[in-house]
């Protein structure tokens, strides 16, 4: 069966420091990948996806960057975090082609101080 | 400019009642819809998808309704329990750009014994 690990489960990160979320998907092939991020009392804003291996698509213009090393691996990166990072951020995959329902990971919760 | 409204006030109900849950968007075309469910703190549950050419989808004691005329989604939850009190997340794929999902602010969904 398909699981999704998503890491770490929370984090505290001063302003101006460095980011680096993991996602990793078991148990498929050429998943779609998506990094979404959902503020205190907010919807769910999609950041990034990804159809393949190196194929990445921003949706919001900041200072947030994404990256797919492996067919699996989903990657969110900041270089100097802001105070507007905050949130909790979700990593999901589907299937690729017809669609289907996503499924999230655990997320993580990110404060930057 | 393109919306997903979801009621922002929690809808309150009394168990073994039938909730309806309610998705409005604007200038959108969507070629599906889905809804989801979420807990505090967790990562949202695919729950159904719903696609353009479909007038309902039923699930157990789940049923969405689809009018594309309406712009209009809505979600029932029959013989409702405590332990579906949750936030319900509407969210769909327009036809231009299929591959990702965009959300709504979702309802909070509160079943009293």
């Known amino acids: 069966s398909q699981t999704i690990h998503q890491w770490p489960a929370t984090l505290v990160q001063p302003v101006g420091s460095p980011l680096s979320l993991e996602c990793t998907v078991e148990?498929?092939?050429?998943?779609?990948l998506y990094w979404y991020r959902q503020a205190a009392g907010r919807g769910l804003q999609l950041l990034f996806y990804s159809v393949g291996i190196g194929q990445i698509s921003s949706e919001v213009p900041q200072n947030l960057s994404a990256s797919r090393p492996q067919d699996r691996q989903f990657i969110l990166s900041s270089k100097k975090l802001l105070l507007s990072d905050s949130g909790f951020y979700l990593c999901?995959?589907?299937?690729?082609?017809?669609?289907?329902?996503?499924?999230f990971g655990s997320g993580t919760r990110l404060t930057v101080v | 400019s393109q919306k997903i409204e979801q009621n922002s006030e929690a809808l309150n109900i009394q168990e073994g009642k039938t909730a309806t849950l309610t998705c409005n968007y604007t200038n959108y075309s969507p070629a599906y819809l889905q809804w989801y469910r979420q807990d505090p703190g967790r990562g949202p549950v695919f729950l159904l998808l719903?696609?353009?050419?479909?007038k309902e989808k039923r699930k157990e004691r789940l049923k969405v309704t689809f009018d594309t005329t309406l712009k209009q989604s809505l979600f029932h939850i029959t013989a409702s329990q405590p332990a579906d009190s949750a936030t319900y997340l509407c969210a769909l794929a327009n036809h231009t750009g299929f591959q990702k999902l965009v959300f709504g602010t979702g309802t909070r969904l509160l079943v009293s014994p």
């Open positions: 148990g498929t092939s050429n998943p779609n």
């Open positions: 719903i696609r353009e050419n479909e």
């Open positions: 999901a995959w589907r299937p690729s082609g017809d669609p289907y329902g996503y499924t």
